[in-house]
């Protein structure tokens, strides 16, 4: 049986600026990403990377051409159902965007609460759980300033995946960190997913991490390399 995609990109294309400065960024675009699948992107800085996710993640509008997340059509969407969209994506970013005035339970609780309706003892229940998962169960308590790198990237993943999202978005998770805490946090986020079923779209320039992917998939010039396009599913 053929497993729906999580993903349909269709023929897209996107441009920056207006008038005699609009630059073509994205060039004709195809892509299917399917539930469960890990996607790596790689490709040179200025290729289209982050342009490519963050339509995907509903941060931009489509301008032009198809993107269907779980089926749903973005192409010409509102910025309300934008917004619904993206309590279904958890997203990791390079720098880890944590909150410095909350510890670790409450950044991570923050965004339980955001997407819930649930009483302040289960989210911290859950905030807590989703810690001792990335492996910080001794650090629940302790503000980001008083922690490393890949433990505050650590603290991120468990904000993104708290949800159980059907899509984690990441770009670039790895690059402010040594080789190990890279490792590290790709090896969590991987093992995660798998017993979720959530699908994650990885952009990186970490040629050490490209082993967990189930795919990998190339960006140039914002173009897509051709056998980027069909997954072959087992
Ligand atoms: P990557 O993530 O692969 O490094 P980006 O998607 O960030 O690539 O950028 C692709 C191209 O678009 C680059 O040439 C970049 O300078 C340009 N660009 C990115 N963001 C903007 C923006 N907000 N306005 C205008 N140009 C942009
Ligand atoms: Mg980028």
Redesign the pocket.
Do not use: A, Q
């Given at each position: 049986m053929k497993k729906e995609p999580v993903i349909t990109i269709k023929n897209l294309n996107h441009y920056?600026?207006k008038g005699a400065l609009k630059r073509q960024?994205l060039f004709d675009i195809n892509l299917d990403i399917y539930a469960g699948e890990i996607v790596i992107m790689t490709?040179?800085?200025?290729?289209?990377?982050?342009?490519?996710l963050s339509l995907i993640g509903g941060l931009r509008s489509v301008q032009e051409g198809s993107l269907k997340f779980l089926g749903e059509e973005l192409f010409g969407v509102s910025q309300n159902k934008l917004v619904q969209m993206r309590r279904k994506i958890g997203y990791i970013f390079q720098a880890h965007n944590l909150l410095g005035f909350l510890t670790a339970r409450q950044n991570v609780q923050m965004a339980v609460e955001l997407n819930e309706n649930i009483s302040q003892t289960e989210a911290v229940s859950k905030s807590e759980g989703m810690l001792g998962a990335v492996g910080l169960k001794e650090r629940i308590n302790y503000y980001p300033d008083n922690l490393s790198g890949g433990q505050k990237q650590r603290i991120a993943i468990a904000r993104a995946l708290v949800n159980h999202p059907p899509l984690v978005l990441a770009d670039e998770p790895t690059a402010a960190l040594d080789k190990q805490s890279g490792r590290d946090v790709v090896e969590i986020m991987q093992s995660l997913a798998k017993e979720q079923g959530t699908t994650i779209l990885l952009?990186t320039h970490d040629n050490r991490i490209l082993d967990i992917a189930d795919r990998i998939i190339e960006?140039e010039d914002g173009l897509l390399a051709r056998n980027s396009q069909s997954a072959v599913i087992s």
């Open positions: 920056y600026g960024i490709g040179p800085s200025g290729s289209g990377k982050t342009t490519l952009v960006m």
